[in-house]
């Protein structure tokens, strides 16, 4: 396009259409859905929330002890529950708790959970039961339980979140009621893990000391409902692998930690890439992205969410599992960790909150997406990190002013950049640029030809030699092109240029 005020100057526009471009990993936002009118089975399984329905559970669990409770829990932050359990001490329950050692904690990634915040507040917790309260740890101890006088009068909960508000109130956890049988299968469980597994005691409030096993508590056999990860036992593992040998057209898995080289991960694979409709709910974390992908790849939903921290499985054929263990080593293989096995309303109940949740999840990964299939809002997957971007319809692009190679070939197209999703995140780019005609070199000599009689006589238009030794023909008017294109090849010009003084 001529520009209106410079025969000189031509503006310029193409566009570049990127659809077809193949993108990493990308994490594409979902529509924000109404719920879905969740059915309340408040009588076996509950949610964390803002409503703190598990937290209060916990809490009522406690009020209702006699003569025991035992707690495990990675953490301990919440100000209801450590109230909870000093008031039972008060009235004479013995309270034992089990929990992470201190260097485990520090070791421990952020990502939320055990950012310093947490972690002091998890210190300020031991200051404030210490004396009253008997904690042991363990750089193993990741369980999430509460039982209440498993002698005489069991109850109990199996949690996959941590004691700490974060995770009852913001995360989307899983609380589970336990029968009796089942209270009295964890607390055996937990006795082996008290007192021949625990590391260091803390009695005084003040300093945690060494201890050692016992030795004369026995572990105990596997149980019906009640499954472990412990030194001596992966028989939580062996259950995660029924409930997903038993799935007949469909499966929901949730997890806060992902290895795609474990076993378990590479299973789901295999029966995702056999058919199996496999929904995946996860926390996007980059630590994760590998085993993501390749449920992705093999077909499976996978769903995003930026707090989850859930551990469950729910299979067609009836079958659940709720765990404490994330699908990593340090879980399944290794660890102490405590999963309930569910059937019936138990687990329809879980059924009905992992759909809900899947309803409302703003994430959906897509394994090699076209850029033409994101639009709005995307987390990339890029250097083992997330890289959120904008994906627009198009993007203007302005390459600015471009010298043409000679004031005859306005029509010069510059090199395009190379497509590049994370500076123009768009399905097409409108490129725009002005192509200007060179001008004369102040420097340059004008050049003559030798006429009649010798006689030296100007070129028209002129010739001119620039310092480089370049010859060049000189215009003013655009009427002047077709002559200087004829003066041009006659003295083996390199371009037409512009004079000096002529407006661009």
């Known amino acids: 396009m001529i520009n209106a005020e ?74 209801q529950v450590e109230d909870a359990m000093l008031e039972a001490a008060g009235r004479g329950v013995r309270v034992y708790v089990m929990l992470a050692s201190e260097n485990r904690l520090e070791s421990e990634p952020g990502d939320g959970e055990f950012d310093r915040r947490v972690y002091e ?48 109130e913001r995360n989307e956890e899983l609380a589970v009621a336990l029968s009796g049988d089942e209270v009295r299968e964890a607390a055996a469980l937990m006795r082996w893990g008290m007192w021949e597994a625990a590391e260091h005691e803390l009695r005084d409030g003040r300093d945690f000391r060494a201890v050692k096993p016992l030795g004369c508590v026995a572990h105990p056999e596997s149980g019906e409902q009640v499954f472990a990860t412990t030194s001596k036992t992966t028989r939580l593992l062996d259950e995660a692998f029924e409930v997903i040998d038993s799935a007949n057209e469909e499966l929901v898995v949730a997890s806060f930690g992902w290895d795609a080289e474990h076993l378990l991960t590479e299973y789901l694979v295999e029966r995702a890439r056999g058919g199996l409709k496999v929904t995946v709910l996860a926390r996007m974390r980059p630590k994760s992205m590998p085993a993501l992908k390749a449920l992705a790849d093999a077909g499976a939903e996978v769903l995003g969410f930026r707090w989850l921290h859930a551990k469950a499985l729910w299979a067609d054929s009836g079958g659940g599992l709720v765990m404490s263990a994330n699908l990593e080593p340090h879980g399944l293989d290794e660890g102490f960790e405590l999963g309930v096995s569910l059937a019936g309303e138990r687990a329809e109940a879980l059924q009905a909150r992992l759909a809900h949740w899947a309803h409302r999840s703003r994430w959906k990964l897509l394994p090699r997406p076209k850029l033409g299939e994101l639009a709005g809002k995307v987390r990339v997957w890029r250097d083992k990190t997330f890289t959120e971007l904008m994906i627009k319809e198009r993007l203007l692009h302005d390459l600015g002013v471009v010298e043409a190679p000679s004031a005859d070939k306005l029509d010069i197209a510059p090199r395009l950049p190379e497509a590049n999703y994370v500076e123009r995140p768009a399905h097409e780019i409108e490129y725009g640029w002005q192509a200007k005609a060179p001008v004369l070199d102040r420097k340059a000599k004008q050049v003559s030809k030798q006429g009649a009689k010798g006689k030296a006589v100007h070129y028209d238009p002129p010739v001119y030699k620039e310092p480089e030794g370049r010859r060049v023909v000189a215009v003013r008017l655009p009427e002047q092109l077709a002559a200087a294109g004829g003066v041009s090849e006659a003295v083996g010009a390199s371009a037409i240029v512009l004079a000096r003084g002529v407006l661009l």
């Open 6 to 79: 410079s025969p000189w100057t031509r503006e310029h526009r193409r566009i570049v259409d990127q659809r077809e471009l193949i993108m990493p990993p990308s994490w594409v936002a979902k529509e924000e859905l109404a719920p879905t009118g969740e059915r309340e089975v408040t009588d076996f399984v509950w949610t964390s929330g803002a409503d703190r329905e598990a937290a209060t559970r916990v809490v009522d669990l406690l009020a209702q002890a006699r003569s025991k409770a035992v707690v495990c829990s990675f953490l301990l932050a919440d100000r």
């Open 121 to 168: 507040a998890h210190k300020a917790m031991l200051a404030h039961l210490g004396g009253r309260v008997l904690f042991r740890t363990s750089p193993n101890f990741h369980a999430k339980c509460v039982l209440v006088d498993p002698e005489d009068a069991p109850a109990g909960l199996l949690l996959t979140a941590n004691l700490t508000s974060e995770a009852l």
